[in-house]
């Protein structure tokens, strides 16, 4: 008799693998991938270490996938601000703003996303991501040029000198010794700091008219 995996059973395994992939998601924003073994997720979960391997072949895939799921939010945020209302230089520097805002407000996540040393498997996410940014930017300045408000003269090499800017201003203040220093209390570079010079430095690289 072949066996024949019920609708219920269907349902049931996708529910466990969204509350893996949540339980994951938390321990990476608490404590980086570092934190995310296989073991301590089970833990995590209530389940038994191979249980997990039902869902995922190993780390390496539910790490890329927790990644994924995290930057998805991410590039669809800024993609609503930046296809949103106001001028081309308008949107760019609010969606920098609230860039900024999400990555100083989940710090640790943050950090995980854009600079911690990560399996190949994640690398590859990374990659694939920073091209997503990368393509938002590209038709933003691609609508500035022809409106006359953007100087860039390469649009795909403008738009990657943007999400590099962006990830370079930002990994400092969310780095593990800026978040240590900021909790003994010590001076520390602050969002409206950052979030202003990173603002300033991007529209004068493409060429936007001073306000």
Not at 38 to 57: C, E, I, P, W
Not at 66 to 95: D, K
Not at 137 to 154: H, T
Request: aromatic residues 6%; hydrophobic residues 50%; charged residues 20%.
């Amino acid at each position: 008799m072949t066996y024949r995996v019920t609708a219920a059973r269907l349902d049931r395994d996708q529910a466990m693998r969204e509350r893996i992939l949540a339980c994951a998601l938390a321990r990476v924003s608490e404590g980086g991938f570092a934190a995310l073994t296989m073991q301590a997720l089970a833990a995590d979960a209530g389940v038994a270490t191979g249980s997990l391997y039902r869902h995922f072949s190993g780390k390496g895939e539910l790490a890329a996938e927790v990644f994924s799921n995290a930057c998805r939010i991410e590039v669809e945020v800024l993609g609503e601000i930046l296809r949103g209302p106001g001028t081309p230089p308008q949107r760019l520097a609010a969606g920098l703003e609230q860039f900024a805002a999400r990555a100083w407000h989940s710090r640790r996540l943050a950090f995980a996303l854009i600079a911690e040393p990560v399996d190949p498997e994640v690398d590859e996410q990374r990659l694939l991501f920073r091209e997503a940014y990368a393509e938002l930017f590209i038709e933003l300045l691609d609508e500035g040029v022809r409106r006359g408000e953007f100087r860039v003269a390469q649009l795909g090499l403008s738009a990657a000198c943007l999400v590099g800017a962006i990830a370079e201003a930002l990994v400092g203040p969310l780095s593990p010794p800026a978040r240590a220093a900021r909790a003994a209390g010590l001076p520390t570079l602050e969002l409206a700091s950052v979030s202003q010079s990173l603002i300033t430095f991007c529209l004068r690289a493409v060429g936007a008219p001073e306000s």
